[in-house]
């Protein structure tokens, strides 16, 4: 009874279930797959809410809210989202899954200015488009094959859901090159910071050195742990949540190590070297790995690139000139156009894709 009165109360004021307690569940879910107990994602949720890192701050935003961006595209976003409440409500809904949990790991490692479902409802809108544009091509190009009324239908929601899919996974790709930018340079910028350290320069220094010496995004992370320490977070505080956010692994275990010493008392130069070495020695094993492994790669794209469209043509023109075989309409020119113009290069794309992201920097 006492609930249901509440909730009344809660009506009348026009409350609703804000922004701010769908995030905290999620970010207690995604503490919860990283490992933590469910005490400590509450303890670790409850911390971030209290210090008002910009997990919480960012999330709060609703798709609405993109009306007041000063991009044109987002306005109408914005607009469109305001005036169609189930749209914002389905975005919120994404925003609420496993996926948005994912997608707000990967915006909050790319320092994005955009929440979850603010990011959702302009990955949906720009969907709308490239899948509109592509229905077009697709159904123009193949109309002497296809009905183009029954095609366009099918190619705009394959392509609305290719495009959307796509747009949901690029911050994690995003955040992966992040990533990798970051182990890169990460060796000469662990040798910096030690010798700060050693110099006798305090840490909020030695991280504001680190910040301003052109690390690219190592150098973007540190300044953000001083902008978070100047709002008062705690040193520690803002080093644990470099370390939860990144996704060079080299980086969190550099940051934990660091987070050890400064609580026990270690000698925080000696250790930044030491973890600046087994960085340097990790990084040549997975140039080695690498290396191994794209031998084969090659091979495969050479099948895909030469020997795959050879063969193609050679068993187009043994069918050509061998009606009698009764397999000249197997692959006709309609086919061998498909083939070579879209199975071959998206072939391809793909290769050159898993190499791009399988490399180590």
Known sequence: MAKNIEVE????????????????????????????????AKALVLKRAVTGTRAIDIETMAPKDLVKSNNALLRIVGIVFSRFSFL????????????????????DSVNSRY????YIAIAMFVSLFSAFILS??????????????????????????????IALKLPESNAKRRGKNIDKVLPFA???????????????????AIANSGYGALSEEFQRVIDEIEKGVTTEDALEALANRTESDDLARSILHIIRALRTGGNLSEILTKIADDVSFNLAVRMRDFSERLTLISLFYMMAGV????????????????????????VGPDILMMIYLIIIPMSLGVILYIINVTQPM
């Open 88 to 107: 914002s409500s389905l975005a919120e809904k994404i925003a609420d899954s496993d996926i948005g949990s994912r997608l707000m790991r990967a915006l």
């Open 307 to 330: 020997v795959f469209p050879v063969f193609i043509s050679v068993l187009f023109a043994i069918f050509s000139s061998a009606p009698s075989l009764g397999l000249a309409g197997v």
């Open 115 to 118: 929440s979850t479902s603010q």
């Open 136 to 165: 077009l091509l697709f159904t123009f190009a193949l109309m002497d094959i296809a009905d183009p009324v029954v095609m366009f239908p099918i190619v705009f929601i394959t392509s609305y859901l290719f495009s959307f899919f």
């Open 9 to 40: 109360e809660r009506k009348q004021a026009g409350y609703r279930k804000t922004d701010v307690e769908t995030i905290i569940r999620r970010m207690k879910k995604v503490y919860q797959e990283r490992g933590y107990s469910e005490e400590e």
């Open 190 to 208: 662990l040798r910096h910071f030690a010798t700060e350290i050693k110099a006798g320069v305090g840490i909020h220094k030695a991280m504001r």
